[in-house]
């Protein structure tokens, strides 16, 4: 008899640990619920900004492409792609204005510098414009591309040293040497587009 009674004691305290157990683990899984929330808000927050633009031959060229900016948290990404080039390095910039009209592609002006630097490498430690991209390669069949990621740009926040906005994307017939003054030298402009929503 008494090895029964403390057969039901062993087995009610069994019986309330699970339960606290129970509890507990509820418990937990509520606070993580509530940070899942929390982090598919913050992601829903954070406005992600996408612009997707066309280049356009000029210069009697047949070099075009597509190009691709997308913010996230502070940070640009641009992909640019083109076809039609002649084999070999060219030069990509971000050109003062969204103006493609000229036959030539000079309406766009000339580098995007707003915060009044050398022309240079990006990157470079005595300055460079917002809009020098750099170099990239061209294939055997005149295919090549070209990505970016920076905090320097932004995408339509009204900040003139950032937004790209309203500026142009500018591919030369020839490769930026990175020093000749103002524009890199790299030749004639075969493709144009401007960076609009
Ligand atoms: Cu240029
Ligand atoms: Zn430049």
Redesign the pocket.
């Known amino acids: 008899m008494k090895k029964i009674a403390f057969g039901v004691i062993m087995l009610s305290l069994v019986l309330t640990g699970c339960k606290d157990d129970k509890k507990k683990m509820e418990s937990e899984e509520t606070v993580e619920t509530e940070v899942v929330k929390e982090m598919e808000k913050e992601v829903t927050e954070s406005t992600i900004k996408k612009v997707y633009m066309e280049l356009e031959s000029r210069s009697g060229s047949t070099a075009k492409g597509t190009v691709t900016f997308v913010e996230d948290s502070g940070v640009v990404k641009m992909d640019a792609k083109l076809s039609g080039l002649t084999p070999g390095t060219h030069a990509i ?1 971000i050109h003062e204005k969204a103006d493609c009209s000229a036959a030539d592609g000079t309406s766009s002006g ?2 995007w ?1 707003p915060t009044f630097q050398p ?2 490498k990006w990157g470079a430690e005595g300055g ?2 917002k ?2 991209i750099g170099n990239f390669e061209a294939d055997a069949d005149g295919n090549g591309s070209i990505a970016l990621k920076t905090d320097e740009w932004c995408i339509g926040c009204g900040d003139e040293k950032k937004d790209i906005l309203g500026k142009a994307i500018i591919v030369h017939k020839g490769a ?1 040497d990175f020093t000749s003054q ?3 030298a790299a030749g004639a402009r075969v493709s144009c587009g401007g960076i609009i929503e």
Request: no cysteine.
């Open positions: 910039h000339g580098h510098n022309h240079a460079y414009h809009g020098d930026d103002p524009s890199g």
